[in-house]
């Protein structure tokens, strides 16, 4: 198993450009989600989904968009980067909601926006 | 504002010796306290959890403690060994907020020989 696979590790973006930050499991977990990690804050939750088709916002939703079309991949957009986007990006995953299940992180992505 | 705070941002151990990480937590309806461990350019992996009807949980040398009147918890490692030098995390989730998992900001253990 793989487990939780982020791609790519690393980006450059300028101001305005868009991009996907792709997150693929290999578990059947149901539950994934998409945190950013800056220094001093810890990790925050971005947005989550319980299932296929259902998306939901977490606690810094605001400039990205997420869809849940299949169980295995969890993609995360950026319509209009900003500097303040500049962050590690970890995407996890999890068996499932309803009740305490450990995160299974990736290995993130560094994302550097000039 | 963060409701689950890690005060101290290093600690230096001496290999062998006792390693003591701390948590607070501001929100009472925190019900379930989880640990979690990061190496440099690798995403966190899960350590150790503790619920909240329960004061102290054991997993070999890591051991996690939770006091709620005080709402704080911490983890000891003993013997502390030059493999947990890390980045310790603690995370706190609530049933009433669909078990959404909180941070603190993490704290680096250093491991001296």
């Known amino acids: 198993n793989a487990g939780v696979t982020q791609t790519p590790k690393f980006q450059v973006l300028k101001t305005g450009q868009s991009m996907t930050l792709q997150c693929a499991q290999d578990m059947n977990h149901e539950y994934m989600s998409w945190y950013r990690q800056d220094p001093g804050m810890g990790l925050r939750l971005i947005h989550y989904?319980?299932?296929?088709?259902?998306?939901d916002q977490g606690e810094v939703p605001n400039g990205y968009n997420v869809s849940r079309s299949t169980t295995e991949d969890f993609p995360l957009r950026l319509l209009s980067a900003a500097p303040s986007q500049t962050s590690v990006y970890f995407c996890a995953s999890s068996y499932g909601w309803q009740f305490y299940s450990p995160l299974h992180f990736g290995n993130g992505t560094r994302l550097t926006v000039t | 504002d963060q409701q689950v705070k890690q005060n101290s941002p290093s600690l230096s151990v001496q290999e062998g010796r006792i390693s003591i990480l701390n948590c607070d937590y501001t929100?009472?309806?925190?019900?379930?306290f989880l640990w979690y461990k990061k190496y440099p350019a690798e995403g966190p992996t899960f350590l150790i959890s503790i619920s909240s009807i329960k004061d102290k949980n054991e997993d070999g040398r890591f051991t996690v403690f939770l006091n709620k009147s005080a709402k704080h918890l911490s983890l000891h490692i003993v013997p502390s060994q030059p493999g947990d030098s890390a980045v310790y995390f603690c995370a706190a989730s609530a049933q009433s907020n669909d078990y959404k998992l909180s941070f603190g900001a993490g704290t680096t253990v250093t491991v001296r020989a």
């Open positions: 929100n009472s309806m925190f019900d379930y």
């Open positions: 989904s319980v299932g296929a088709g259902i998306t």
